[in-house]
């Protein structure tokens, strides 16, 4: 179902929400007491209407509480790609400090590593997938850090900046591709659904008409809202709101560029 939803804009959720929760809240026991001449007692009525404000409650709680949750898996996902995006422009400045043919190609490999994360990767994000390219790209950039041979102290100390940096690089792909399997235990789904089913059912129950239909139909106004924000940002690599890979994509832009402001490197003056 959270699939479907996903495939749908933020207003396009709020709209089908909102009509499902207007007809069957309001429009369903109108038509049930018109036409069925269907009414509650008053005794009923008055029990139901304080039931009822018991379940808008928890209701309330619940959605307020998956909210939070939620929220704070998006943002830490969000601060996470931002650190990869970061990682890498820290790996390709240590590349260009060592210098050399070795610096420029190593330059080069970490590149492809990043254009395959964006353009392969991050679309099998969304299903908890990961990219056999990324895998490669990411080994080829582990050789070459390991095979880079300093010959002065300035690259041993990039040499041990690389290696830092790729161990924090590999670190945070893997928490990225966890993070890609965060969603809401089923079981306050469940939850939610089952205190607002409640809620609908004591709403049938409110009288006199008059009341009724501006009560219950503005309450279900404020879960449509509620659970349009929880939906929408329930999938972390999922639907209009989900995590981009823009820091990525604006790190990939300055890829390189330190060679360029400083001048290409040399080994050594030649004879």
């Known amino acids: 179902m959270l699939n479907f939803f996903h495939s749908l804009t933020t207003i396009q959720i709020g709209a089908l929400l909102l009509t499902m929760g207007l007809t069957m809240s309001t429009i369903a026991p109108l ?13 009923l009525a008055k029990g139901a209407e304080e039931s ?10 619940l959605l307020a509480f998956c909210m939070v949750r ?5 943002r830490s996902v969000e601060d996470l790609v931002s650190r990869e995006a970061t990682v890498i422009i820290k790996l390709d400045r240590a590349f260009a400090a060592f210098g050399g043919s070795n610096g420029t190609r ?3 490999v970490l590149m492809n590593y990043a254009d395959a994360v964006v353009k392969k990767e991050w679309p099998l994000l969304e299903s908890g997938g990961r990219s056999d390219a990324v895998t490669t790209a990411l080994n080829e950039l582990n050789l070459g850090t390991k095979t880079l041979d300093p010959e002065s102290a300035q690259q041993q100390i990039a040499r041990a900046e690389i290696l830092a940096a790729f161990t924090q690089l590999s670190d945070l792909r893997e928490a990225r591709l966890s993070a ?6 089923d079981y306050l789904w469940h939850a939610i659904l089952t205190s607002i089913t409640c809620a609908l059912v ?4 409110q009288t006199p008409t008059s009341k009724m239909v501006p009560y219950v139909g503005g309450v279900s106004l404020a879960l449509s809202l509620l659970m349009t924000v929880l939906i929408s940002t329930a999938g972390i690599f999922e639907g209009e709101n989900a995590v981009t890979p823009e820091p990525i994509e604006k790190a990939i832009s300055m890829l390189g560029k330190t060679l360029v402001a400083e001048g290409p490197q040399t080994e050594g003056p030649k004879k």
């Open 106 to 108: 190593m330059q080069g």
């Open 202 to 205: 004591l709403g049938w129950l």
């Open 70 to 74: 939620s929220q704070g898996d998006h």
């Open 52 to 61: 009822f404000k018991v379940m808008i409650s928890l209701s309330l709680l």
């Open 180 to 185: 890609s399997r965060l969603k809401l235990p």
């Open 31 to 43: 038509v049930a007491r018109r036409y069925f001449h269907w009414a509650p007692s008053e005794p």
